[in-house]
């Protein structure tokens, strides 16, 4: 084995440039595969975030009922009715025992009621649309992290205020308000309160900051002239949000009302998501097995400069496992090197581009050391290495050093 890895290691320095160049090929392969695998885990998790810090992981309402058509049938005559939403109540009827009945799933972390209301707010002659939401605040934090956003005042003070609101950072801008300032809001059923701003929130999501705000649920119901028992939603958060999808219909099935998970609300989002995903692997990996290509090639190459060494080399008592361990070696000598070195070029681009302000919705660059990614890298960097080193060595084992001596 020690002559083996002696001949291995010859073949390698003996040979410096052609093996600077293997190495540098999977150096190159392993730093952007892991560059860019670490910025897509990024990409994700930024996106997770900003999506909830509006949105709960599953969400629990009343759907729209459709009218059906009339079918045919014998010896009657058919009438045809296109389906239309029938009008009726979007409130979720004895939410508190609904809201017991979800709480008993072991999955779920977090349940809160909430009223959603369409409004206008009013400051002078300027009238702006937007979104209020009804929550009990403390719940409401504990669910979307609010107090994370708050960039002035004080969520805390909403808790038991029916007379606060919390606003978004747009709409501050737009109406020029302050902490402690009075706004006036309007219901899409004409009720008229005014307001004091306790807090200031900003999300990153320019649509969300101008144009939605949180008060108290006592607050919203009032604004929609219904009584303390009238909820439009029931948000859920569960231990793994992966997990939303399959949690959904047992609550449906659980409560009778529609649950809808993040990621069927957000389904263009998330169709952007997987090809965003798709093209980054698939560019990553490309890259990767290139590199593995140039291994290849330089072990071919110096299997051909190497023939008469392997010929006389079997002649000696070298079995055809000795030659390819003596390849191999070489091989995965050169994927070590390159694997180290990229990951090592792979934490420094990383380092560099973390601390770039990209600025609007995203902030800094969203991307971070992914462990995971640079131990996913490894392996996959070593694994094509070694078949791009087995391929040559088996070919350089099936040498016959008879005929190589005729010639």
Do not use: C
Request: proline share 3%; charged share 15%; glycine share 6%.
């Amino acid at each position: 084995m020690n002559i083996n890895a002696d001949i291995a290691s010859t073949y390698l320095f003996t040979n410096k440039k052609l093996t600077l160049v293997a190495v540098m090929g999977v150096l190159l392969g392993m730093s952007i595969y892991i560059f860019m695998n670490s910025m897509l885990v990024g990409f994700d998790r930024t996106s997770s975030e900003s999506i909830f810090k509006s949105t709960a992981h599953i969400r629990v309402y009343k759907d729209d009922i459709l009218s059906k058509p009339l079918h045919q049938t014998e010896g009657a005559t058919s009438v045809i009715i296109n389906p239309k939403v029938v009008p009726a109540s979007n409130t979720i009827i004895n939410p508190n025992e609904v809201v017991s009945l979800i709480k008993k799933n072991p999955d779920v972390t977090i349940v809160t009621p909430q009223v959603s209301a369409t409004i206008f707010y009013n400051v002078g002659k300027t009238q702006i649309a937007g979104m209020a939401i009804g929550v009990i605040p403390s719940e409401a934090d504990m669910m979307f992290n609010i107090k994370s956003t708050i960039v002035e005042g004080d969520f805390d003070k909403m808790q038991g205020n029916t007379n606060a609101i919390a606003i978004g950072s747009g709409v501050a801008e737009k109406l020029s308000l302050k902490i402690n300032d009075n706004i006036n809001i309007t219901s899409s059923k004409g009720v008229n309160r005014n307001l004091k701003v306790a807090a200031i929130f900003k999300t990153n999501n320019s649509v969300i900051d101008k144009s939605k705000s949180y008060i108290n649920i006592t607050t919203a119901q009032q604004l929609l002239k219904e009584n303390n028992t009238y909820v439009t939603d029931i948000n859920v958060n569960v231990r793994d949000p992966e997990k939303a999808a399959k949690v959904a219909p047992v609550l449906t099935n659980l409560t009778g009302y529609k649950s809808e998970g993040w990621k069927e609300a957000n389904e263009s989002l998330m169709a952007a998501f997987r090809m965003r995903k798709i093209v980054i692997t698939f560019v990553s990996y490309t890259i990767l097995i290139v590199a593995g290509f140039g291994i290849y090639n330089i072990l071919n190459m110096t299997v051909s400069q190497k023939i008469n060494d392997i010929a006389i080399l079997k002649a000696m008592g070298f079995k055809g496992n000795d030659v390819i361990r003596i390849f191999l070696t070489q091989a995965l000598s050169i994927g070590v090197m390159g694997v180290v070195s990229g990951m090592v070029v792979a934490a420094i681009l990383v380092t560099i581009l973390k601390r770039v302000y990209i600025g609007g919705d995203i902030g800094f660059f969203p991307i971070d050391y992914e462990l995971s990614k640079f131990i996913q890298g490894a392996i996959v960097g070593m694994v094509i290495t070694f078949f791009a080193g087995y391929l040559p060595a088996r070919k350089a084992a099936q040498v016959d050093p008879v005929s190589i001596f005729r010639k």
